[in-house]
């Protein structure tokens, strides 16, 4: 247990919709950085988020936008959906930025129909 | 040309056999993690590196920041390693994570 949770743990969307996945830190973690997984691929970086800034983003379009909340909870919103979003969402929660290790949640499975 | 490079993709050894899995990068780093995945998704944190060696029981990481290389080792191998093995780094600058596509361990009884 790394005392990182996310929700849900599965969701199956339509093409063109939208959808908010949701992720809690782990207690005293103020970073938190999400990543999607294609089935049989490794993880990608979307974006890090610390003290409720955007700190850095990768190659993934403006639809996926994230929030970081006071409590250092996070959201990331992907909105028309497409085909190819189908993926696991991991977050990962950390003390600080540079050098901290990471703890990852177990993930949410997005399937788009 | 992928950021990290990982090898091999597979890889099967008898239990009690020592274990290397290598990975290599092209950019600049402010740490180099190894990460584990097991079936259904859950990933790990197993070390993370910005100089040297690590060890955590049979699990052994070095990291050669001239060479942009890193190897983790698993000594003594037991069937419960069995899981996928990825390194991922933190750039600098820019501040991106890239991750290798992973080590598909099977250790056989």
């Known amino acids: 247990e790394t005392g990182v949770t996310q929700s849900p743990t599965h969701l199956i969307k339509t093409r063109g919709q939208q959808v908010t996945l949701r992720c809690s830190s782990q207690?005293?973690?103020?970073?938190v950085s999400w990543y999607q997984q294609a089935l049989g691929q490794g993880p990608q970086f979307i974006f890090q988020y610390y003290r409720e800034e955007e700190n850095g983003r990768g190659n993934f379009p403006p639809r996926f936008s994230g929030l970081q909340f006071p409590n250092y909870s996070s959201e990331l919103n992907v909105n028309a959906l497409e085909l190819d979003d189908s993926a696991l969402y991991l977050c990962?929660?950390?003390?600080?930025?540079?050098?901290?290790?990471?703890?990852f949640g177990p993930g949410t499975r997005l399937t788009v129909t | 040309k992928n950021e990290v490079e990982q090898s091999p993709q597979n890889l099967t050894a008898q239990e009690g056999e020592f274990i290397t899995i290598n990975c290599s990068y092209s950019?600049?780093?402010?740490?180099l993690h190894w990460l584990q995945q097991h079936p259904g998704g859950g990933i790990v944190s197993l070390f993370m590196?910005?100089?040297g060696k690590k060890k955590h029981g049979r699990l052994i990481a070095t990291i050669n920041i001239q060479e942009k290389h890193s190897s983790l080792h698993i000594t003594a191998s037991h069937p419960r390693d069995s899981a996928v093995y990825i390194c991922?780094?933190?750039?600098?600058?820019?501040?991106?994570?890239?991750f290798g596509t992973g080590t598909s361990l099977t250790v056989i009884p």
């Open positions: 207690s005293g973690h103020n970073t």
């Open positions: 950019v600049g780093i402010s740490a």
């Open positions: 991922a780094v933190r750039s600098v600058p820019g501040n991106q994570f890239y």
């Open positions: 990962a929660s950390s003390r600080g930025l540079a050098g901290d290790e990471q703890y």
């Open positions: 590196l910005s100089s």
